[in-house]
């Protein structure tokens, strides 16, 4: 069993800069692939970024390429997405996500939620114009 809990959300002024934090429980952590999502009320959610178990420079959708970074500290058991020149659009709550089963990204099935098999609660982020 995994816990993912993130933290770091709030409200943010555009062109603003955030880090939201997953702090993963369990010694696998570090075997893990890990993503993150977005959700906006009335919308589906929404891949923004993963890595593989190693790090290294991860994948990211379209719309935060450039401006968000996903990074993650194995000896800490943390999983992190840096978000600058932040806008109105990013607001959503935002999810971290774990593969138990994989350490790498496997061709795009990584950028859709049933890849992942484990989930946070969730931590709002608000980008006010």
């Known amino acids: 069993q995994v816990q993912l809990v993130e933290s770091g959300g709030g409200l943010v002024q555009a062109g603003g800069s955030s880090r939201l934090s997953c702090a993963a429980s369990g010694r696998a952590f570090s075997t893990y692939a890990m993503g993150w999502f977005r959700q906006a009320p009335g919308k589906e959610r929404e891949f923004v970024a993963a890595i593989g178990w190693s790090g290294g420079s991860g994948s990211y959708a379209d719309s935060v390429k450039g401006r968000f970074t996903i990074s993650r500290d194995n000896a800490k058991n943390t999983l992190y997405l840096q978000m600058n020149s932040l806008k109105p659009e990013d607001t959503a709550a935002y999810y971290c996500?774990?593969?138990?089963?994989?350490?790498?990204?496997?061709?795009?099935?990584?950028?859709?939620?049933?890849?992942?098999?484990?989930w946070g609660q969730g931590t709002q982020v608000t980008v006010s114009s």
């Open positions: 996500a774990a593969n138990s089963r994989s350490k790498v990204l496997i061709g795009t099935r990584y950028k859709t939620p049933p890849w992942y098999d484990y």
